[in-house]
Each structure stands twice: as structure tokens, then as C-alpha cells.
């Protein structure tokens, strides 16, 4: 096992290739987004059923090593302050890490 660090980000999606390239600048290359999630924060109900897809949201999840937080932190809070979206950041295990998170 390897201790990790997780990251989850909702934003629109439109903004979302802003946020993976702040992943990928501070070395997390390894990613998954979800496209055109629905559920309800502080700015309301986003139901998913708008057929403009510019209105929809995205969720973005990595994980990586601690070492890169505070970079990956003070490169993504200009992001999400100007685009909004929400991001968590939490303590992970890796059980079967592959060697590219090592490095990543």
C-alpha cells in the first residue's frame, strides 16, 4: 500500500480542460473525468436535463503524491476562484499503486 492524496473537482465543462491542464503542469497525469454530472451544492440543483451541454458539469478525480499538493493547490486556486467549481482534497491508499504514480 502507498499513502496517496485524492483530489475531486466538480466544474463546469466547459472549464475543465483548464483544470486538467493544471494536473498535468504540476505532474498528475493520471486522471479520470466524468462527464455531464447532475446533483445539488450551495448554487443549486444542476438536473442534467438541459440539452446545452456548455451548462453541464464534469468531475474530475486523481490521485498523487503528497509532495505535489501545496503546488497543485496554489496552481488550482486561481481556476476554480475565476470559473467557480468545487475541489476536495483527502488522504488516500494506494493498494495495488502502479509504478507510473511513483513518478506521477
Known sequence: MQ???????VSDSV???KIIKVLESVGVL???VIRNVVGKGVSGT???DLDMSM???DYVI???LEDKTKLLVDK???VTKKFGGVCYISD???????QSMATS
Open 46 to 48: 444542476n438536473s442534467g
Open 3 to 9: 499513502a496517496v492524496k485524492r483530489i475531486e473537482i
Open 15 to 17: 472549464e475543465s480542460h
Open 30 to 32: 493520471n486522471y479520470t
Open 55 to 57: 451548462l453541464e458539469n
Open 76 to 78: 488550482l486556486k486561481p
Open 92 to 98: 488516500a491508499l494506494a493498494i495495488n499503486s502502479s
Open 62 to 64: 486523481a490521485f498523487f
